[in-house]
C-alpha cells in the first residue's frame, strides 16, 4: 500500500519560515513527480510547486521567490522550505505523487498525503 507521510506545518508569524517534508513508502515502480498542494477554506485545492523525476521545477506566482521545492525523488523524499509567509499562504498543504506502480504506463496512479495545517497569523 502506497502513503505519503507529511510533516511540518504549524503556526507561524508573518514573515517566518517553515519547511515541510514529505515521504512516500510502499512498493512502486518509479516516482514521475511530486508536488505540493494547498487549499484555504472557501477555496478550491492549488498546486503550489511541482517537481518531476528529471528535475524540472514550477511554482505558482504568489510563491515564486519564497517557496522552494527540493529533496530527491529516487529517495522518495521531497521538502517545501517556505519563507516570507503572508497570511494568505495559511491553508492545508498536501503531498501529491505522480507514481507507475509497474512497467506500463496503464499503471500510472495519483497518490495524496493527509495534510499539514500552515497557519501564518500574528
Known amino acids: 500500500q502506497v502513503q505519503l507521510v507529511e510533516s511540518g506545518g504549524g503556526l507561524v508569524q508573518p514573515g517566518g519560515s517553515l519547511r515541510l517534508s514529505c515521504a512516500v513508502s510502499?512498493?512502486?515502480?518509479?516516482?514521475?513527480?511530486m508536488g505540493w498542494y494547498r487549499q484555504a477554506p472557501g477555496n478550491e485545492r492549488e498546486l503550489v510547486t511541482r517537481?518531476?523525476?528529471?528535475?524540472?521545477?514550477n511554482y505558482v506566482d504568489s510563491v515564486k521567490g519564497r517557496f522552494t521545492i527540493s529533496g530527491d525523488i529516487a529517495k522518495k523524499t521531497v521538502y517545501l522550505q517556505m519563507n516570507s509567509l503572508k497570511p494568505e499562504d495559511t491553508a492545508v498543504y498536501y503531498c501529491?505523487?505522480?507514481?507507475?506502480?509497474?512497467?506500463?504506463?496503464?499503471?500510472?496512479?495519483?497518490?495524496w498525503g493527509q495534510g499539514t495545517q500552515v497557519t501564518v497569523s500574528s
Open positions: 501529491n505523487a505522480d507514481v507507475l506502480l509497474g512497467f506500463s504506463y496503464t499503471t500510472r496512479s495519483d497518490y
Open positions: 510502499g512498493s512502486i515502480f518509479r516516482i514521475n513527480a
Open positions: 517537481v518531476t523525476d528529471a528535475g524540472s521545477t
